[in-house]
């Protein structure tokens, strides 16, 4: 909606998101590379760095590899692709959506990125056509079922984002409820969970700290 367009685009204007990958991506890097090995960058990467060095891959490393076929990741809502960029070092071609114009800036012109300006109230996800879908703290229950249809067979799903460990609280638009993952991304469902773990927000944000204080982290890979 173009109300969302203009607050993120004010957000990323007045420079408040951060450039550094999740730590998250680090955590599933291991997974990642055992169920990818044949990725053509295997080094460590550390989510600390700085933001220029994630722009690494040069016009010339992309000449080089461009016989190879690269897997395929998706990163929705990815902001000014600060995860997009950590993928494409790993190894990916990324597709990032986002609404906001002035966050995918950031990415005009770099090799293996693919910068998609949509609402994703109203976008297709490709079927069947990623490796990866990297989802990092949007939260949007109408898109699971497009998720699912958008892994290819062995893909990964990774998952981060406020929970409520609490039971009885009311379903909310922001966090998931405690066991919801599991219960969308069952077994039943071609899902097999390779990681799953609930820890304390360190949010700077000591009000949305006081509303969300726990995230969820959430690995599964799809038969």
């Not at 995918?104 to 090799?111: D, M, Q, R, S, V």
């Not at 899902?191 to 995230?215: G, N, T, V």
């Amino acid at each position: 909606m173009q109300e969302d367009a203009l607050k993120w685009n004010e957000r990323y204007k007045n420079g408040f998101m951060p450039f550094e990958p999740s730590a998250f991506l680090e955590l599933a890097s291991p997974y990642i590379k055992q169920c990818f090995p044949s990725l053509l960058n295997t080094q460590s990467h550390s989510p600390k760095r700085d933001s220029q060095q994630s722009k690494s891959l040069t016009a010339h490393s992309h000449t080089q590899d461009s016989h190879h076929t690269r897997p395929i990741a998706l990163d929705i809502a990815c902001g000014n692709g600060r995860n997009a960029k950590f993928l494409a070092q790993l190894g990916f071609d990324v597709d990032g959506i986002d609404i906001s114009s002035v966050a995918l800036e950031h990415l005009a012109n770099i090799p293996h990125i693919t910068p998609i300006l949509a609402d994703l109230d109203s976008f297709n996800l490709k079927t069947c056509h990623y490796d990866i879908v990297l989802d990092s703290f949007f939260l949007d229950r109408r898109l699971f079922p497009a998720i699912i249809k958008a892994l290819k067979p062995q893909a990964l799903l990774l998952f981060e984002t406020f929970i409520h460990i609490d039971s009885h609280k009311p379903k909310d638009d922001r966090a998931l409820y405690f066991g919801e993952l599991e219960e969308v991304f069952s077994n039943k469902k071609g899902f097999h969970i390779l990681y799953h773990h609930i820890y304390e927000s360190k949010d700077e944000d000591s009000h949305r700290r006081a509303i969300y204080p726990h995230i969820v982290q959430f690995i599964a890979k799809y038969h």
